[in-house]
């Protein structure tokens, strides 16, 4: 996964930000004729058929991802020319949308806020640093950066360390050592700089991980619908793949969007034994997503 990189295909109508830093919106143009705002209602009416609201909210999260299993993985969800925006994708999920979407839909279900607006402006809010839409840079690329802005803004405890983490001792770069690889930092140069400081600012922050031989005996102390940042070997990158914690059974299983030609999925064998299979996944971050 190259960090929170997307595209989505979507007819497009531009809708002018407000002065709270709502940005531009990507979408259809009506509820009628809006496939997502049909998708978000119809998960609305589910959670409220289902009495999800009255569940803990990492059981929430749950429930939410598994009425999208069989979705179809869409890679490069969020990039999209012109001025950043927010962009809505409930057909179709990279690893990082599903997962955030999955927490968006908790949280909005525990709240009881269930309108299409309510949603998005929740998507916004956990998507963009500080939940302000300022251009590109303005949005979490890095996963790491994503959990620690959202553990500010009171989304989720960063649990890593207290459940027998150890330190995670590398550095980020891969966004500004490939800026020809993203089509806006190539296209706007002037964002590097910004890149480069976020960049930097997360390399000064002591973060955790469970390495692969020790998320076995870590999952009794991961919760159904904590949210699994897996560490990557990638050079410059801090995660490389993202999803849920699932309970089935007496085994902590991995709710996902895989990756291009797969769909949404609980693996078939534990976490533990998925981290193996994969030579670039080297262990585990984990937020634990609170009661709003």
């Known amino acids: 996964m190259v960090p929170y990189a997307r595209v989505i295909t979507v ?11 709502f940005g531009f919106e990507r979408s259809f143009g009506s509820p009628d004729d809006n496939p997502d705002s049909v998708i978000c209602a119809k998960t609305f009416r589910l959670a409220a058929e289902q009495k999800w609201a009255s569940l803990p909210i990492g059981d929430v999260i749950v429930e939410v991802g598994k009425s999208f299993l069989g979705n179809e993985y869409v890679a490069h969800t969020l990039e999209q020319p012109g001025e950043e925006c927010l962009v809505v994708n409930l057909r179709g999920f990279d690893c990082v949308s599903f997962y955030e979407n999955c927490v968006v839909f908790a949280r909005c279900i525990k709240k009881g806020t269930t309108t299409f607006d309510d949603y998005k402006r929740e998507l916004q ?24 802005d959202n553990e500010k803004k009171g989304t989720w405890k960063v649990v890593t360390k207290e459940i027998g983490g150890e330190p995670f001792i590398k550095k980020v770069s891969f966004m500004s050592a490939h800026a020809d690889s993203y089509k806006k930092l190539k296209e706007n140069p002037e964002f590097l ?25 870590a999952a009794p102390s991961i919760k159904n619908g904590d949210i699994i940042g897996i560490t990557t070997n990638i050079e410059g990158m801090d995660v490389g793949h993202t999803g849920v914690a699932v309970w089935q059974g007496t085994d902590l299983h991995f709710m996902h969007a895989p990756i291009a030609g797969a769909r949404v999925q609980i693996t078939d064998v534990p976490l533990a034994e998925y981290l193996k299979k994969v030579k670039k996944h080297t262990g585990i971050m984990v937020a634990r997503v609170l009661e709003p």
């Not at 809010?125 to 620690?148: A, E, M, V």
């Not at 890149?195 to 031989?213: D, G, L, S």
Request: proline fraction near 5%.
């Open 193 to 217: 700089p910004v890149i480069e400081q976020q960049e930097e600012a997360i390399n000064k922050r002591t973060m955790f991980f469970i390495p692969n031989a020790r998320v076995a005996a």
């Open 11 to 21: 007819t497009i109508v531009l809708v002018l930000a407000s002065a709270v830093g």
């Open 125 to 148: 809010r956990i998507r963009y640093r500080g939940g302000i839409i300022d251009q590109y840079p303005s949005r979490l690329h890095y996963t790491s950066d994503y959990f620690f």
